[in-house]
Structure formats: C-alpha cells, structure tokens
C-alpha cells in the first residue's frame, strides 16, 4: 500500500502538471473570447496581452480537490470528509473566478465586481468555518469572542480587503504569482507546526493550491506570455483571504498576528495607498501609480529586477512571521516594532506616501546630522520671529 504522504506527494505533482498543461489552452482561450489587456495609460505592457490566465491555476486547483484528494484522503475527522470540507469553497472560488473572467472580457464595473465578491464571502461564513467569529488581542490581551452578526461582516470584510488587496499589487509579470507562492507556503507551514486548533485538510488545500501557481509562474514571470488577470489576482487573493482566517481565530496570539505579516505586501501597500490618498485629497479608490512596484521601478530598477525585489520583502514577512511563533513574549513584540519601523523607513525611502512625507527619516536625520539639526532649528526661530512681527 503506497504511504499517504507519497500519495499526497503524487497529487501535488499532478496538480502541477495540470496547471502547466492548462495554461497555454487557456492563453489559447484567452485570444479567441477577447480577454486581452490592452495598453494604456497605467498599464505596464506595451502591445495586448492575453489575460485571464488564473482560469488555468483555477482549473488545477479544482481537479486536485475535487477529483484527486479525496480519493487520497480518507480519514474522516470531526469537520467530515475531505469533499464536504472543500465543496463550499470551491463553489465560492468558482464565483470569484466567474466575475474576473467578466470583468477580464467586458471590465465589470466596480459594483457588479464587489457583488460578486460579497456573495462568495457570504457562502463562506454560511457553509465553512472560516469564520472571523472569535479574537485573541495579541500579547497578554483577552479572547474577544463575537456574536453572529460581528461574526458576518468580519469575515466578509476580512475576505474583501485581502482580496483587493493582492488585486491592488498585480501590476508586474509574475509579481502576484511570486508573492502568493511565498505566503502560501509560509501559510501551511505556520497551519501544521503552530496553529493549536488547526485542521490538516487546511495544509493541503494550501500546498495544493501553491502547485497550481507554480505550473503558471514559468508562463507568467518576465517576459510574460500570459496575465494572471481579474480572473487570477482575485482568485488567490480571495482564496489567501479565506485560508488565514484559521489563524485569526486561534487561540494564541502568535498566530492571530502571524497571517498579516505573511500579507505584509499586499497589507501595506493597500495601507498606505489610502494614507497617501486621504493626505493627497483624493478618494481612496482612485488608482495612480504610486504602488510599491511603480515606485521601485522610477527609481531605476528593471521589471525583472522590481519583481525580485518585492519577492524578497515578501520573503523578509514570510521569515519574520515564522520566527514569531518561536519567540518569547518580549521578543515578539521587539521583532514586530523592528519589522514595522523598517517597513516605514522603507517606505520613505522609495516615496510610496507621497513628496516630502518622510517623518522618521526627518527624525533621524535631526538626530544623526548636526548641520540639518542647526538648520531645523534657525527655520523654526524664523517662524517665530515672523510670528510676533504679524502680532505687532
């Protein structure tokens, strides 16, 4: 009898080999149904791409849960088979994947595309239990636990904002690609050897859909040949969103904190998107093109060399999430105020909050550089001065 692991090795596989076989069908696809990015103004390609590309990662995914595990997985455990477990998601994948193939061929406007978001998060707090129905503050705070109405829009609110969150940073050959492969990995890491009330069928949803991603990365890293499209970038986005709900009601508070710095890219450049908005005067859903890869990029690194980049911070979260879960108390919440002061310099430095929005650096400079100190001072007697001459 062949061992489970190596069963669930051989489906692993498969599903990568699907997801490569599938991809130039659906790039084929693509053409003919006219989901094609075309260039403007805020994109990166300069001649039509073939998009929609997550429909081949989509298709992998579902053969491998639908078709493969469940004849691997046999054990039964208190959430029921293996099939009951995945056929609600799938369904609400299968949903996400319906409106970015639209929005890929017709460009959904923003409220049929959110509707179609919010029902898929619905049918997941209705019929799993990824559900953001409990909290545990981080570092000595207690377990916040929700009545089914905060439950609901929680959840749903969660799910949402990861999704457009990894939708916000498609912007580069094989960035959402890369990046999702990193935090995935790190996701099911963190779900088998940290998570006190985990579920193995959790860890192999999770690698399962790393090895569809990995079968698409070849065609989709620079220079692309396909586009992850609507289709792709809220598909894993929506399904990252679901699957970290099972550490944002752990018990400990390693794990609630652990999957926002596995989403550290996708997190902070939303975040700080809407800071620089709200500063700048503009709505908060008004694109630009002052995202994490536009700026890197202005500052005169190549595509290729953007995307490595952004992978490496990705992988600095990753590292950083996972030695979370081995530290003390205190060292956690050192490493977590370095990570974040970090993440702020960095920012900063590259200008991804707007001209002349640098408070740290301001900061460190005043401290490091007694020339600017000088400097600061004599402007503010200036102020001063020009003050009391107003008030004479």
Known sequence: MIPFALQYIIVVVLTMMVSVIATPLVRFLALRIGAVDNPNARRINKVPMPTAGGLAIFVAFFLATMCFLPFVVIHISPRGTYFEYILPLVLASGIIILTGLIDDI????????????????????????????????????????????????????????????????????????????????????VSYFFLHDSNIYLTLTVFVLVAAIVGFLPYNYNPAIIYLGDTGALFIGFMIGVLSLQGLKNSTAVAVVTPMIILGVPITDTLVAIIRRTLSGQKIYEADRMHLHHRLLSLGLTHRGTVLVIYAISFIFSLTSLLLNVSSRWGGVLLIVAMLLGVEILSELIGIFGENRTPILNLLRFIGNSDARQEYLAKKRAKKEAKRKNRR
């Open 106 to 189: 017709k460009e959904l406007r923003p409220l049929p595309k959110m509707v179609g978001m919010l029902v898929a998060a619905a049918i997941i707090w209705f019929f799993t239990e990824f559900r953001f129905d409990n909290f545990k503050i981080p570092f000595g705070g207690p377990m916040l636990h929700f009545p089914a109405w905060l439950s609901f829009f929680l959840t749903i609110l969660w799910i949402v904002a990861i999704t457009n969150a990894v939708n916000l940073i498609d912007g580069l050959d094989g960035l959402v690609s890369g990046v999702s492969i990193i935090s995935l990995t790190t996701m099911g890491i």
